[in-house]
């Protein structure tokens, strides 16, 4: 690999790296070579062109030996290679076979399941994640199931260390705690909490919603004694809010939830506070 600024033309000097034996190996090895060519370049160094190893205890790459000319990588013609003559058929049954690729999945993925492309462009740049978004957004809200894989699925890869086919909460998992998010018998907050539980194993979301009792009340006759409560509690943030500090609102919301135990639907807790601020009472 090799760097070069902005603007320039010509490439970098190239550096080689073998000692690379898994996807996670060789991206560890890339960003560490980026960064020590990218300190050499600043300090006014020169690269040298050699071959390097990674070592993947220490987490860097270390000189093996040095190359001088292209040719000591064996970069030159050999007269006893024949030319490779592909006809049309051969290249258009190879294209037919081919899978779908990252940036035809990118736009794709903007088009028919209208994620922003910025969080396309991490989705399909791994075929296992762009996979296991797809299995996800197949059975539950797609742009929920975006963000749920880039938070907290991938919060918990990096935190363990786990590939993403190889996590505890599979695609079909995932895809039933966020549609109990998108029906609201749990809140986003409380799933974060099931997310948890499901990835030390303890069960699907149904199970784990059910064992602790988190499901959502949507009752709205409950929810209003709770925020009439909150208010009588609060008189001085009562009045600010209606002095117009328009940011109180989320804080008596905060203690109608801490007072359900995170299980009234927010949206009414939202909606039934607005009405109770706006009739004029205490």
């Given at each position: 690999g090799s760097l070069r600024r902005h603007g320039d033309e010509a490439f970098g000097t190239r550096t080689e790296i073998k000692n690379l034996n898994s996807f996670r190996i060789i991206?560890?090895?890339?960003?560490?070579?980026?960064e020590r060519q990218a300190d050499i370049l600043e300090a006014g160094g020169e690269i040298v062109q050699e071959t390097r190893l990674y070592d993947a205890?220490?987490?860097?790459t270390r000189s093996m030996r040095s190359k001088e000319e292209?040719?000591?990588?064996?970069?030159?013609?050999?007269?006893?290679?024949?030319?490779?003559?592909?006809?049309?058929?051969?290249?258009?049954?190879?294209?037919?076979?081919?899978?779908?690729?990252?940036?035809?999945?990118?736009?794709?993925?903007?088009?028919?399941?209208?994620?922003r492309q910025e969080d396309a462009d991490i989705l399909a740049t791994q075929r296992a994640l762009a996979d296991y978004f797809e299995q996800c957004a197949s059975a539950s809200d797609a742009r929920l199931a975006a963000n749920w894989i880039l938070g907290e699925v991938t919060a918990a890869m990096n935190r363990d260390d786990v590939a993403i086919d190889s996590s505890p909460v599979n695609a079909r998992a995932l895809s039933?705690?966020?549609?109990?998010?998108?029906?609201s018998t749990i809140s986003g907050k409380l799933a974060?909490?099931?997310?948890?539980?499901?990835?030390a194993g303890e069960g699907s979301a149904d199970e784990i919603i059910d064992a602790r009792g988190l499901r959502q009340f949507t009752d709205a006759g409950a929810i209003a004694a709770i925020v009439d409560q909150v208010v009588t509690d609060n008189p001085g943030q009562v009045q600010q809010f209606r002095d117009g500090k328009e940011k109180v609102?989320?804080?008596?919301?905060?203690?109608?939830m801490k007072a359900s135990k995170g299980k009234a639907n927010p949206g009414q807790v939202n909606e039934l506070l607005r009405a109770r601020l706006s009739n004029g009472g205490s």
């Open positions: 991206e560890k090895a890339i960003d560490y070579e980026v205890d220490a987490d860097e292209a040719n000591d990588y064996r970069y030159f013609p050999d007269p006893d290679l024949l030319p490779v003559v592909l006809d049309e058929a051969f290249v258009d049954g190879i294209r037919s076979n081919m899978p779908e690729l990252p940036a035809a999945r990118r736009e794709r993925f903007v088009t028919q399941y209208g994620l039933q705690l966020i549609s109990r998010i998108a029906d974060k909490q099931v997310f948890e539980a499901m990835w609102l989320g804080y008596l919301v905060g203690q109608v």
